[in-house]
């Protein structure tokens, strides 16, 4: 029932999010022309070229990459939550979103595109993964091994890796470092269709992966020894975790730049609504963290209009204010 109504709330918010923006689009029209370009003569042509070329060029492209991004980081925060038995888990705190953009920007400004569109995610997905690497060396080193202490030490890989990338855009080239540094406070203005097979694909990939392992999440939830003795091979399912958070983080990256918080609070709305059991948290995080973007974008690009603010913005902002309302419920249990 639930991913249903999370179902028909994320066709609603696409169908908004087109319709918004400094050239109002009617609902009506938006529908006909994304019903013409997927069955042609679906239709009747009553609306011009250049608004065709608003809905099914640019907006609509965007707020599908709102979509996939936004599901994307919550699906990743659901999985770091539950490996990490940490309610504050999330890509961003972790530092996996900033090592993904450090390989992102290496990409950008100094080693170029050497195997074409694909560089930038491959790129990013290795510096989220170098970062989870140094995450979890660094909680060795420290023995920090609380849930706490992993996210005080993903937090403190965190700004190391985004001084290396601030040194990166700093020994780049100059006439790109404007849209690198726009880049950084998360973007989806230039997103195209050819852009949306990637992270599409890594959803497709590794979405039913999780699912399958969903019973495993539950039981990591309740502690190492509990899995232990269901047969969970505990350290490398929560390295497995961690590369496919690492891949599908590096990836959302690649296309949108730095998007905190989704991860973070996308997971605790879902299982408000459908309990703890991972079989229902991870479709319905993947559905909720759509919606959430998508209408983070709707905000981005409205507030400031005719200037389009950095989505980056607008999820620190509520994500911040969540953080310290979620603090403050973990203090008074």
Do not use: C
């Not at 905190?260 to 948290?281: E, K, Q, T």
């Amino acid at each position: 029932m639930w991913l249903v109504l999370w179902g028909a709330g994320l066709l609603v918010s696409i169908v908004v999010a087109v319709s918004v923006g400094a050239v109002a689009v009617p609902a009506e029209t938006v529908l006909g022309v994304v019903a013409n370009k997927l069955m042609p003569g679906t239709f009747e042509t009553t609306w011009s070229k250049g608004r065709e070329a608003i809905v099914w060029d640019i907006r609509f492209p965007r707020t599908l990459l709102a979509g996939l991004v936004g599901g994307g980081l919550a699906l990743v925060g659901a999985v770091l939550q539950s490996v990490t038995r940490n309610p504050l888990a999330d890509p961003h705190l972790l530092g996996i979103s900033s090592g993904g953009a450090a390989g992102a920007i290496l990409a950008l400004l100094h080693t170029g595109l050497f195997v074409g569109l694909l560089t930038v995610p491959l790129m990013a997905f290795a510096g989220a993964l170098v970062a989870t690497l140094v995450v979890l060396a660094v909680t060795r080193f420290a023995s920090a091994t609380s849930a706490d202490k992993l996210v005080l030490a993903g937090v403190a890989v965190s700004f190391v890796i985004l001084s290396i990338a601030n040194i990166l855009i700093f020994l780049g080239d100059p006439r790109a470092t404007h849209t690198v540094v726009f880049w950084m406070l998360g973007g989806l203005g230039l997103a195209q269709w050819n852009h949306l097979m990637y992270p599409l694909g890594i959803l497709a990939l590794t979405l039913p992966y999780l699912l399958i392992r969903s019973t495993d999440l539950n039981a990591m939830t309740i502690g190492d020894e509990t899995a232990t003795t269901l047969g969970i091979p505990v350290a490398r399912f929560r390295l497995t975790v961690f590369v496919v958070g690492a891949l599908i983080t590096g990836v959302m990256v690649a296309f949108s730049g730095l998007i905190g918080f989704v991860g973070l609070m996308v997971p605790h709305i879902a299982r408000f609504f459908v309990g703890g059991n991972y079989a229902r948290v991870l479709p319905i995080s993947l559905s909720l963290g759509a919606i959430l973007l998508i209408w983070a974008d709707i905000a981005a690009r409205t507030l400031m209009a005719p200037e389009d603010m950095p989505i980056g913005i607008v999820t620190g902002l509520v994500g911040g204010v969540f953080f310290i309302i979620l603090l403050r419920s973990r203090a008074q249990q």
